[in-house]
């Protein structure tokens, strides 16, 4: 009866170490997160690889046009803005950027979710107090697109924008709000932490 016993608790703790094994291969990473978002056609992005490189450590202010006014009332707009500047505060840091603390920022960092219909990249960049785009890149953004851009304010230049659709759910709870702010900044921005993937 022992023998069976001794035999059933080894079979038992085999089985949860494959069942951990198994849960711990099966969490994706961010990067995975990312890429089956946009495999699966829940988030579009456009974004452009930086003009010139992020000079790093160096510091930024948010632009003061920086706004979510969403139209959709199925939505907090001050809770979806406090997603965003979370998720925007962390992928920065990750970059080596920090908040200016009195001095002029070397970086001005924007954003803004369209809430209306026919909004164009161009009137987003001017909503948000940044240099226009290129002539030939203005196009129209569907309503709930998060628009970010990076300007060096000293020389009144926009070296960096990128757009994302399907960052914000209105069928979603909260914590999913806050996943979905997260992954769509990070989507957005890993175009900066590697050129390459742009």
């Not at 699966?40 to 510091?59: C, N, Y």
């Not at 979710?113 to 785009?133: D, F, L, Q, R």
């Not at 304010?153 to 659709?165: E, H, M, T, Y």
Request: aromatic content about 6%; overall charge negative.
């Amino acid at each position: 009866m022992s023998g069976r016993l001794g035999w059933a608790r080894a079979w038992r703790s085999t089985a949860l170490i494959g069942v951990a094994w198994l849960t711990a291969s099966c969490v994706l990473s961010e990067d995975q997160r990312i890429d089956q978002e946009l495999a699966q056609g829940r988030f579009e992005v456009h974004a452009d690889a930086p003009a010139v490189p992020l000079k790093t450590p160096a510091t930024f202010a948010y632009a003061q046009g920086s706004t979510v006014h969403l139209a959709d009332n199925r939505f907090d707009s001050f809770e979806i803005e406090g997603l965003l500047r979370s998720a925007l505060a962390r992928r920065l840091r990750d970059l080596q950027l920090t908040a200016a603390s009195g001095a002029a920022p070397d970086y001005l960092v924007g954003y803004l979710v369209t809430a209306n219909e026919g909004a164009m990249v161009a009137e987003a960049m001017s909503t948000i107090g940044m240099p226009p785009p290129k002539a030939g890149e203005d196009r129209e953004l569907p309503v709930g697109t998060l628009i970010l851009a990076i300007s060096e304010p000293r020389a009144n230049r926009l070296l960096w924008k990128g757009s994302i659709v399907g960052a914000i759910d209105p069928e979603s709870g909260p914590e999913r709000r806050q996943e979905r702010a997260d992954l769509a900044v990070a989507a957005l921005l890993r175009v900066l932490a590697d050129p390459a993937d742009g």
